[in-house]
């Protein structure tokens, strides 16, 4: 059986395994209430807005934090 003479190195390896690995593109919409980025087919966690309804309630201080942020 043919036997490797050396061990691959380990840029050698990874850059190997790198190769078959998958890098998703994630598609980020805006939130039209208050224009933070958010997921497709999700509420806004800034601001807990979905097609323009509030549908999960966001506590003050998080909402304060995020504001003071940008
Ligand atoms: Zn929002």
Not at 29 to 37: A, F, K, L, M, Q
Request: glycine share 4%.
């Amino acid at each position: 059986m043919a036997v490797p003479k050396k061990r691959p190195s380990h840029a050698r390896t990874f850059r190997r395994k790198r190769a078959n690995e998958k890098r998703e593109l994630v598609t980020v919409g805006v939130c039209p209430t208050c224009e933070s980025p958010v997921l497709p087919h999700h509420a806004c966690p800034s601001c807990g807005h979905y097609k323009g309804k509030e549908v999960k309630p966001v506590l003050e201080k998080e909402k304060k934090a995020k504001k003071e942020k940008k």
